[in-house]
């Protein structure tokens, strides 16, 4: 298997983890892996589902519900906003952390400063016939600049 790490390398810095997300990797092969996939991995988030009160009693359902849902993020200090799709759970509470996201997301929204923390704003994308592409939302994003 090809590890799908290697379409970040050159960002690796921003402290994407390791190892696969908490659903897996999102194709098996670097090889296989279509345009919305390839799409996906570089514009994904995590949100920490592990911490919903019923997350332990009804994960199925969550788990479907929060996988690859499109989201839009905002972060409130200069407003760069990005369309990204929850492919991960986390970061842990340990981390200090309540948000993270691929390389080009943390990048774009400017939360690569080494510690990799900041606010954003997380709105939830209506998008049944898959109409919203991802990536940045550059109309918005001049916003305190």
């Known amino acids: 298997m090809n590890n799908v790490l290697d379409l970040h390398q050159r960002l690796k810095e921003a402290g994407i983890t390791p190892k696969t997300g908490a659903w897996g990797y999102i194709a098996d092969s670097k090889r296989d ?12 988030v995590a949100v920490q589902t592990m911490y919903l009160p ?6 199925k ?8 849902r ?16 929850i492919a991960d759970a986390g970061p842990a509470k340990w981390t200090g952390k309540q948000f993270g996201g691929s390389p080009e997301v943390m990048g774009y929204l400017k939360l690569k400063d080494g510690e990799q923390k900041g606010m954003v ?4 994308i209506d998008d049944p016939k898959d109409q919203i592409s991802l990536g940045p939302v550059e109309r918005y994003n001049n916003y305190n600049e």
């Open 121 to 124: 704003v997380l709105y939830f």
């Open 33 to 44: 892996m279509n345009i919305d996939e390839l799409r996906t991995e570089k514009y994904y």
């Open 70 to 85: 499109k989201v839009l993020v905002v972060n409130p200090k200069n407003g760069r906003t990005v369309v990204a799709k």
């Open 61 to 68: 359902r969550l788990k479907q519900w929060y996988k690859y």
């Open 54 to 59: 019923n997350w332990n009693t009804d994960t």
